[in-house]
């Protein structure tokens, strides 16, 4: 069971350039995430897909695009990336289905670095 | 609006000892989950333990358990028997449900646990 895959595991950005974050969930999940963990900070939600064909702003949305392109992906496009933009991000899944089925998956994270 | 409160940047602990890790919690929904990842240097997030909020009694997991206070709005770790691979960054999060639906998943900043040998 491969869980969560994210692509890559690291990336360094020259300021201004574009990259999409690959994520994908084998555990037919109905919700997806992107987080961003900064030190000192813990993790903030960036943006958020409760269903297919759905996605919603979380906490640290600006800067950031997402695409749920089926039940399986969700990937994350930062347009013009900036230093500020440096971080761990992390993707997760989970069940959504009730009270039963709280528990978040995550991948392994991507390092970026945007010089 | 939710919050998660971890008071500890860092914490140290000598190798079988026992350590607790502080949380504090704020939400004015009656259904959520509390819960406490673990992220080991290899940065993987490993799921603990898990505690619903409607249950009285303290979640346990082996040498993990928590002392959660409804009342006072507090979800504590504890470590027993501490060993080398437990030194981490400890999360300490939550998820509510309003209505029926359930919210996303907050996490607090994290507290760095060392251990000792």
């Known amino acids: 069971n491969a869980g969560v895959t994210q692509t890559p595991k690291f990336q360094v950005l020259k300021t201004g350039q574009s990259m999409t974050l690959q994520c994908a969930q084998d555990m037919n999940h109905n919700s997806m995430y992107w987080y961003r963990q900064d030190p000192g900070m813990g993790l903030r939600l960036i943006y958020y897909?409760?269903?297919?064909?759905?996605?919603d702003k979380g906490e640290v949305p600006n800067g950031y695009n997402v695409s749920r392109l089926n039940k399986r992906e969700f990937s994350l496009r930062l347009e013009s990336a900036a230093p500020s933009q440096t971080s761990v991000y992390f993707c997760?899944?989970?069940?959504?289905?009730?009270?039963?089925?709280?528990?978040?998956?995550f991948g392994q994270g991507t390092r970026l670095t945007v010089v | 609006a939710q919050t998660v409160t971890q008071s500890q940047p860092e914490m140290s602990v000598q190798e079988a000892e026992t350590v607790t890790l502080s949380c504090t919690y704020d939400t004015s929904e009656s259904d959520y989950y509390l819960f406490w990842y673990k992220q080991p240097p290899s940065r993987q997030m490993i799921l603990v333990i898990r505690q619903e909020a409607y249950k009285q009694q303290n979640a346990t997991e082996n040498r993990f358990s928590v002392n959660f206070q409804k009342a006072a709005k507090s979800f504590s770790l504890k470590i027993s028997d501490s060993q080398l691979g437990d030194a981490a960054m400890y999360f300490c999060?939550?998820?509510?449900?309003?209505?029926?639906?359930?919210?996303?998943?907050?996490f607090g900043k994290g507290t760095k646990l060392s251990v000792k040998p």
């Open positions: 897909s409760a269903s297919e064909g759905t996605t």
């Open positions: 999060a939550l998820v509510a449900f309003y209505g029926g639906s359930q919210g996303n998943l907050i």
């Open positions: 997760a899944s989970s069940l959504r289905q009730g009270p039963l089925n709280t528990e978040a998956f």
